[in-house]
Nanobody, 124 residues
Framework: QLQLVESGGGLVQPGGSLRLSCAAS????????IGWFRQAPGKEREGISCISSSDGSTYYANSVKGRFTISRDNAKNTVYLQMNSLKSGETGGYYC?????????????????WGQGTQIAVSS
C-alpha cells in the first residue's frame, strides 16, 4: 500500500524557514514524480513544486521560485521541501503526492497518492 507521510510543519514568523519531509512507505519513491502542494484556508489546492522521477528535474511555481528548494534522498525514501523567506500568505496545509509519470505534468489530477498533510502557520 502506497503511503506518504508529511512532517515538519509548525508556526514560523514571516521571513523564517521550515523544512518539510515527505516519507514514503510501500513503494520506492524515486520511481515516482513527487509534488508538493499547498491549500490556504478557503482556497483551492495549488502545486508549488515537483521533482521528476526520470532525471530529478525540479519545478517551482513562480510564487516560490528562489525561496523554496525540493530535493530527494533515495536512501531515506524521502523528499524534502526547504522553504525560506516564508510569507504570511503562505499559511495553510502542505501536502506531498506521488505521480507515476516520469515527468512533472503540472496537473493536480495526475497525482494519485497523497499524504495527510502538515500544517504551516506563518505569523508574527
Amino acid at each position: 500500500q502506497l503511503q506518504l507521510v508529511e512532517s515538519g510543519g509548525g508556526l514560523v514568523q514571516p521571513g523564517g524557514s521550515l523544512r518539510l519531509s515527505c516519507a514514503a512507505s510501500g513503494f520506492t519513491l524515486e520511481d515516482y514524480s513527487i509534488g508538493w502542494f499547498r491549500q490556504a484556508p478557503g482556497k483551492e489546492r495549488e502545486g508549488i513544486s515537483c521533482i521528476s522521477s526520470s532525471d530529478g528535474s525540479t519545478y517551482y511555481a513562480n510564487s516560490v521560485k528562489g525561496r523554496f528548494t525540493i530535493s530527494r534522498d533515495n536512501a531515506k525514501n524521502t523528499v524534502y521541501l526547504q522553504m525560506n523567506s516564508l510569507k504570511s500568505g503562505e499559511t495553510g496545509g502542505y501536502y506531498c503526492a506521488a505521480d507515476t509519470h516520469s515527468y512533472c505534468t503540472g496537473y493536480v489530477s495526475t497525482f494519485a497518492a497523497w499524504g495527510q498533510g502538515t500544517q504551516i502557520a506563518v505569523s508574527s
